[in-house]
């Protein structure tokens, strides 16, 4: 099955610096790469998703990449804010055997610091 | 739109009882997904519905775990008997279609005492 790892698990950054979020997967017939935000007691809420056809897509302050040779994907958040703290999952989802649930990482908890 | 329904929101037992956690998700939703929380960590997928039939349930612990999804709406998902390593948070989710966006609940939090 899929396995998706996430780095770093803890991020410190000030506010107005952008922060970098990495992931690996290893499944190379995964195809969807979506990252959702959660903040502490709430459901996970997606913001931003990839298609293994593209290999970048912007929404504002938010950009996420894609490297499908190297199988990793990336998600940027420039101009960091303080209702940035949250923690972010990636995930990826595979379609094998007729099963496509997503596949998450651990979590990385994004700190903005004053 | 209304978004997935999840009850109860808080549950503690003692382990070896039985838990039941009850998912409405958004109308329309043909798929249908089970998740398990534990603190730190991110969602790790039980069972995935299409319909009312199930698509995988591969992750499911089915000694003590069941699910089911009657009429292709509403969700069950059981636990019996609960042990200590199952306090978690069980997030419902729903998509349109199997390729869908994943709406989540707000989850049903979990303590095994």
């Known amino acids: 099955g899929e396995n998706v790892e996430q780095h770093p698990s803890t991020l410190s950054v000030q506010e107005g610096d952008s922060a970098v979020i990495k992931c690996t997967y290893s499944?190379?017939?995964?195809?969807?790469f979506p990252w959702y935000k959660q903040e502490l007691g709430k459901r996970p809420q997606l913001i931003i998703d990839?298609?293994?056809?593209?290999g970048e897509k912007k929404d504002q302050r938010i950009a996420v990449t894609l490297n499908k040779t190297a199988k990793h994907f990336s998600l940027h958040i420039t101009e960091t804010q303080p209702e940035d703290s949250a923690v972010y999952f990636c995930a990826a989802r595979s379609l094998g055997g007729g099963a496509d649930g997503l596949t998450f990482g651990k979590g990385t908890h994004l700190i903005i610091q004053p | 739109e209304a978004g997935v329904a999840q009850s109860p929101r808080y549950k503690i037992i003692e382990k070896r009882q039985s838990v039941a956690f009850w998912c409405n998700p958004i109308?329309?939703?043909?798929?249908l997904y089970w998740y398990q929380q534990i603190l730190g960590q991110g969602p790790k997928l039980l069972i995935q519905f299409q319909n009312n039939g199930v698509v995988d349930d591969s992750q499911l612990p089915k000694d003590r775990f069941s699910a089911e999804r009657l009429k292709g709406v509403d969700s069950t998902l059981k636990i019996q008997p609960a042990k200590l390593e199952d306090s978690a948070v069980y997030l419902c989710?729903?998509?349109?279609?199997?390729?869908?966006?994943?709406?989540f609940g707000e989850g049903s939090r979990l303590t095994v005492l």
């Open positions: 499944d190379s017939a995964s195809n969807y």
């Open positions: 989710a729903s998509s349109r279609g199997r390729s869908g966006e994943l709406f």
């Open positions: 990839i298609r293994s056809n593209v």
């Open positions: 109308s329309g939703h043909a798929t």
